[in-house]
């Protein structure tokens, strides 16, 4: 009878693990989508269309803006970055989970959104804030300034902990992709009103 899709959406700290987490249940779920930003920059060298970003022009951007077509936009340095709902709407359709890797901004944008009561939303933290240090650090690729830059943004990113549904503490790995496998599970089962009330009224008649 349901057959609509779900949404699970992963926040946290850069550096918590959020895309490895990502990665595992890509690995083990069928019928999962990921849901990439829309942006209005150059395409990159190497970087694929559908994989990394949709590429759209500004005059496409701007006219879903007024359509009302993004659960959240920015404009970033000239440039336009936003989930577009288009993509988002098409895998709830298909019955698939959309996965979310999004700050805590984008998070508040889903929850005052429609698609608020399909969103099972899992918060992803470090043990210490001193173990987040050593893991940017360990990835080797950012400065000593962004890595402040990155745990300034953390401290405020935590404030906003207690409004999610879940918390993983990726300590242990291993541990950590089991819980959000669980949580997968979890949000596959969550179910839009109307469907709700479809279900009860057909439930009535038969």
Not at 59 to 67: G, L, P, S
Not at 100 to 124: N, R
């Amino acid at each position: 009878m349901f057959k609509k899709g779900a949404l699970l959406v992963l926040s946290g700290p850069s550096g918590a693990g959020k895309s490895t987490l990502i990665k595992t249940v890509l690995s083990h779920f069928e019928d999962v989508y990921f849901s990439i930003s829309t942006t209005t920059r150059p395409k990159r060298v190497g970087e694929v269309e559908g994989r990394d970003y949709y590429f759209v022009t500004k005059e496409e951007f701007e006219k879903d803006i007024e359509a009302g077509m993004f659960l959240e936009w920015a404009n970033v340095h000239g440039n336009y970055y936003g989930t577009s709902l288009r993509p988002v709407l098409e895998a709830l359709d298909e019955g698939k989970l959309v996965l979310f890797d999004i700050d805590v901004q984008g998070f508040y944008s889903i929850k005052k959104s429609a698609l608020a009561s399909l969103m099972t939303s899992v918060f992803v933290t470090t043990p210490t804030m001193q173990e987040l240090r050593k893991r940017l650090e360990a990835r080797g690729t950012d400065s000593e300034l962004v890595i402040q830059e990155r745990l300034k943004n953390a401290l405020v990113e935590m404030a906003h902990m207690k409004e999610y549904d879940y918390i993983i503490i990726n300590e242990e790995l291993e541990k950590a992709k089991e819980q959000i496998l669980h949580l997968a599970h979890t949000a596959r089962l969550k179910r839009h009103k109307d469907e709700i009330e479809a279900f009860i009224k057909y439930w009535q008649s038969h």
